[in-house]
């Protein structure tokens, strides 16, 4: 039997048309140059709009079929779009029916929103019993120092990694000195989460250990390239090339969870750690703070120390800065990768892709909420 195609993610950085045509998909790139073809050939006479000069569904003669490319619906996990993109009601509803979220982002490469299709997994058994948990103090409280434990676990695992006398060649003896520290500072803030009695005394303790860490990233990021000094945190807006990777990086990886809760019975706007808003997909930013370490800052830490991105990548302007579209083309060719790299899973005895990871912590969460088993979060092992 022929194996079924895997799905994956498409990312599409340049401005032009989506579309369907028939039962598949089509990129259509330039859609500006397709607008003075029809024109010239006097198609916009009666339609008040481009798109209405041709059917966005059907083939026509006036679209640039030369660098016209097909998808094929059933690859398609999501679209990340990044660039100038162009598409009609009819195309949502196509990605609806196949169950195909969309993620925009705007023109500095940072999340904008989601095109979230209708849930095709409704479980309301799942939704009372994910309520009941964040109304209940104690129970939310748990679930909510779970997560901070899952993330400040695979921090830790981070830096002990480079802590491995091994790996810090060219390291003087105070960075390893400042490290070693640094990691025991971590340890024992992650020790005293158990302390923590509100949602909010936890929050401000997660913040202590990211502070901590990225204290150390001083000592971790290995180049002589002064686009790269990193002394602070800085999100709205980033001031400089780290801050940029950082926000950057935590886009995708929102946008990555949020695909994968969508493939199961959870309600992505009922939180735990973070409040719930009419705004976002709170859940998402849950699970997100777990897998931010395996997949944002070791790529960042790769593709810095690697020399792979250089300031040439990065935009600034008044004390704002962000990656150019080659910078997030490098970084998003390695986030992929990442996601498809497998490892054997410890409990299944397989091996799984660290997409599928994510997927699997909803699994257990929803486990949990079902009273079936108790929430661990995902710790790296290796």
């Not at 369907?20 to 140059?33: A, D, L, M, S, Y």
């Not at 959870?266 to 897998?291: G, V």
């Not at 800065?321 to 060719?333: P, T, W, Y």
């Amino acid at each position: 039997m022929p194996s079924t195609p895997t799905k994956q993610a498409f990312y599409i950085f340049s401005g032009g048309l989506l579309q369907r045509r028939e039962n598949t998909i089509h990129f259509v790139p330039n859609v500006e140059q397709t607008e003075q073809t029809i024109e010239q050939t006097g198609k916009l006479q009666n339609a008040e709009t481009p798109e209405e000069a041709f059917d966005l569904n059907e083939p026509n003669e006036a679209l640039n079929t030369k660098d016209r490319r097909a998808i094929p619906v059933q690859n398609v996990d999501a679209f990340y779009v990044f660039g100038d993109i162009r598409f009609n009601s009819r195309f949502l509803n196509f990605l609806t029916r196949h169950q195909i979220p969309l993620h925009l982002f705007n023109y500095y490469g940072y999340y904008s929103g989601t095109y979230y299709p209708r849930d095709y997994l409704i479980s309301g058994f799942v939704t009372v019993h994910q309520v009941k948990y964040y109304l209940s103090a104690k129970k939310r409280l748990d679930l909510a120092r779970s997560f901070v434990e899952g993330a400040a676990h695979n921090i830790l695992k981070n830096l002990k990694y480079y802590a491995v006398e091994s790996r810090m060649k060219g390291f003087s003896e105070h960075d390893m000195s400042q490290l070693h520290g640094l990691i025991e500072q971590i340890n024992a803030f992650a020790d005293a989460l158990i302390e923590a009695g509100d949602i909010p005394t936890l929050m401000g303790m997660e913040g202590n250990i990211r502070q901590l860490y990225y204290d150390a990233w001083a000592i971790l990021l290995k180049t002589d390239d002064r686009a790269f000094e990193f002394d602070k945190r800085v999100k709205r807006p980033p001031n400089n090339a780290i801050n940029a990777l950082i926000s950057f990086g935590n886009s995708l990886m929102y946008s990555a969870t949020l695909t994968e809760i969508y493939r199961t019975q959870l309600n992505p706007t009922i939180s735990y750690l973070h409040e719930p808003s009419e705004r976002r997909f709170s859940l998402a930013l849950d699970l997100a703070e777990i897998f931010k370490p395996i997949f944002v800052d070791r790529i960042i830490f790769k593709l810095v120390n690697t020399k792979a991105l250089q300031a040439k990548h990065f935009s600034t302007a008044l004390n704002f800065c962000h990656l150019n579209d080659a910078g997030r083309k490098i970084f998003v060719k390695e986030f992929e990768e990442k996601t498809r790299t497998t490892i054997k899973h410890r409990g299944l005895e397989r091996k799984v892709s660290y997409r599928r990871l994510i997927r699997l912590e909803c699994y257990k969460l929803i486990k949990h909420l079902l009273n079936e088993k108790p929430y661990e979060p995902f710790k790296i092992w290796w």
